[in-house]
């Protein structure tokens, strides 16, 4: 696996062959989706470079897990343009994404509840980039169970797995198709603190190997942790993106992810006697 | 029914009871089970190729019905139970080869060369028919092959195909009952060896996957539509062989018999009740419930149908997991050390559980 990797990002100049064309690895041009024409993503331009770990954020119904369908190619596109190393994928269905090197785990897991969980991370060894044979296939799911901590329960069927687990196996799954670009679509929810923290480490290991990280999490604190920069979804359309201090000071990302109520709270906390928003009618919908 | 059919024969159990003990043992051990199928289903056909040893016509007649049914259902698993898209309308295939077989013949080529005609059409025809048919999911896909079959089978008759509303007369056949028998018992081997492949195979994972989620399936590299149209002819070949084989063998047929829609449902059933995806259950469930239904037609004709109905309700109410599902749980494997009576009940009591835990 190590051989197709590149060395963690940090310093953008190490990677030699972007030096004079800095081409992201992933690209989102103009990217709307309509369901039933109401817009679930608006518009939106996004890019990712070799590398990264970037953290998605935004409250319920911000389009993330749209997103990640958009690229992973489960969901059609509605209009704009998702490029991949430069190439248009926007029209590729989503195995040939996966065999571009685009993985993704499911916010609600979907193992192949019949099958061992040894089986469930084979399937993606078997049919991923390198289309491994059985035996080797075997092999290499062993060693990704090995990595996410499920080696223990390799002959369990997945559907005996507790929730921890069948996150973990969603990860596990992704890795064995040995992606170059991660699409985490909130394998932290629902997980106690200790394993968040677990959680946390292995993606930071996952992204020291050298796969570029998408994170999608409900989360906050996870989130800021884990990224190096962020963006912030909301009602389908990008609202901001930047470091993790710099998006969290945002005041529309407050508004938009915490609430206005929170908004203000925070505001009359700081002591500002300045007008606050008058909006009694929402107050308790935010 | 057809939503829990691929449903997983312990969840409901080894989840709730002693979770720690049996946990640790109750896991199927890859590689354990596969083989002991496979023998299985081997001596099984090998005690079925000794049936026209004993001389009796109408036991070699019963058989041969049998194993052709065995063909049927275990074609239908290829697609039903390993992809999970259940075809109503398989019956298509079956007719498509006893109508090519039996036009050959009547404009005066060789039987084996119809057969075999049928074979070709039908696989392209499940190719041309799966691209726009396989688009669909779940209950959209079965109406659509039942409409196929059901519109084939007026047409075929409109068209007066073979003759007079599309009834076919054809001449005696050359070849022996025997030979007949054996034919189909080669073609149920066939079937089964396909089948004991695709348990273990890349090919055959890729179907599963598809059916426990095409979605995720897909995001993990499978190229799912064409996987599906390739268990979809799959599924067509031995289907039409089996119809050409029947066609010659009967010497005469219509439209009502060979586009029967009661004999795809068949082929759903025997699949669903020996467990569908598996190795053995549709041949196993060929041959008992065949059997079965031979018994109820000579010992009370009018009763025949309400009581094989009563059967299928109580086993898809009771052991949705099909017979072998039942019988795997029985055998799984459990802590060592335990005395043969002790695994006895510990068995028995498991499959009372399973059989609770369905029906209540």
Redesign the interface.
């Given at each position: 696996m190590s051989d197709v990797l590149l060395p963690p990002m940090a310093s953008e100049s190490v990677d030699a062959g972007s030096q004079h064309e800095p081409q992201p690895l992933l690209e989102l041009r103009g990217v709307s989706k309509f369901f039933d024409g109401l817009p679930a993503v608006k518009q939106l331009d996004f890019a990712v470079r070799h590398g990264e770990i970037v953290g998605i954020i935004g409250p319920n119904g911000a389009g993330k897990t749209t997103m990640i369908g958009l690229v992973?190619?489960?969901l059609p596109l509605s209009s704009g343009q998702i490029r991949y190393r430069g190439l248009d994928i926007s029209r590729l269905?989503?195995?040939r994404r996966?065999?571009l090197g685009i993985?993704?785990t499911?916010q609600v897991t979907?193992?192949?509840?019949?099958?061992?969980v040894?089986?469930n991370v084979?399937?993606?060894a078997?049919?991923?980039?390198r289309?491994l044979?059985?035996t080797a296939a075997r092999e290499a799911a062993d060693a990704v169970l090995e990595r996410v901590g499920l080696a223990a329960k390799a002959?369990?069927?997945a559907?005996?797995l507790t929730v921890a687990d069948r996150k973990r196996l969603e990860l596990a799954?992704a890795l064995?198709?040995e992606p170059e670009l991660l699409l985490l679509d909130e394998v932290m929810a629902g997980l106690t603190p200790t394993e968040v923290e677990q959680a946390i480490a292995l993606i930071r290991a996952i992204h020291a190997s050298g796969v570029t990280v998408l994170v999608i999490e409900h989360v906050m604190q996870a989130i800021m942790g884990l990224s190096q920069r962020i963006m912030v979804l909301h009602q389908g359309s990008k609202i901001a993106e930047g470091p993790p201090e710099q998006v969290l000071a945002d005041q529309r990302v407050i508004e938009a992810y915490l609430g206005e109520r929170y908004a203000r709270e925070q505001q009359s906390r700081l002591g500002a006697a300045r007008s606050v928003p008058q909006k009694d009618g929402k107050e308790e919908q935010g | 029914m057809f939503g829990s059919w691929h449903k997983p024969s312990t969840s409901s159990t080894a989840a709730t009871t002693e979770p720690g003990a049996e946990q640790q043992t109750a896991q199927p051990k890859p590689g354990t089970r596969w083989p002991w199928s496979l023998l299985t289903g081997l001596i099984i056909l090998a005690l079925a190729a000794l049936i026209p040893l004993s001389g009796d016509a109408a036991t070699l007649h019963t058989w041969t019905l049998i194993l052709m049914f065995a063909v049927l259902a275990q074609s239908w698993n290829f697609l039903g139970g390993f992809t999970g898209y259940a075809s109503f309308g398989n019956v298509f295939f079956f007719g498509v080869g006893a109508y090519s077989t039996g036009l050959l013949i009547l404009s005066g080529r060789p039987f084996w060369l119809g057969v075999l005609a049928g074979a070709v059409v039908a696989g392209l025809l499940a190719f041309l028919l799966g691209l726009p048919v396989l688009r669909l999911r779940g209950h959209y896909f079965a109406i659509a092959t039942l409409g196929i079959a059901e519109a084939t089978r007026e047409l075929v008759a409109i068209r007066n195909l073979g003759g007079s509303g599309g009834e076919v007369e054809l001449p005696l056949p050359a070849l022996s009952d025997t030979t007949f028998y054996f034919l189909f018992w080669l073609l149920a081997l066939a079937c089964f060896l396909l089948t004991a492949y695709l348990a273990r195979s890349k090919p055959g994972y890729a179907l599963i996957a598809i059916r426990e989620s095409e979605e995720t399936a897909e995001a993990m590299g499978i190229p799912t539509y064409w996987y599906k149209i390739g268990a979809f002819v799959l599924s067509a070949v031995p289907t039409a062989l089996a119809g050409g084989l029947y066609a010659y063998w009967s010497t005469g047929f219509d439209p009502p018999t060979v586009f029967d829609v009661g004999i795809s449902v068949e082929m759903v059933l025997l699949t669903v009740l020996g467990g569908a995806g598996t190795l053995l259950g549709p041949l196993i469930s060929a041959i008992l419930f065949e059997l079965l239904s031979f018994q109820f037609q000579i010992s009370g004709s009018a009763f025949h149908n309400s009581l094989l109905g009563l059967t299928i309700a109580m086993v898809t109410i009771f052991i949705p997991q099909g017979l072998v599902g039942l019988v795997q749980e029985f055998l799984r494997p459990l802590a060592p050390g335990m005395s043969r009576r002790q695994l006895l009940v510990e068995g028995v009591r498991r499959v009372r559980r399973v059989i609770a835990a369905n029906g209540v």
């Open positions: 992973s190619g489960s269905p989503p195995h996966a065999h993985a993704r499911f979907q193992p192949f509840k019949g099958l061992s040894r089986e084979m399937i993606g078997l049919f991923g980039r289309g044979k059985q002959h369990f069927r559907d005996q799954r064995a198709l | -």
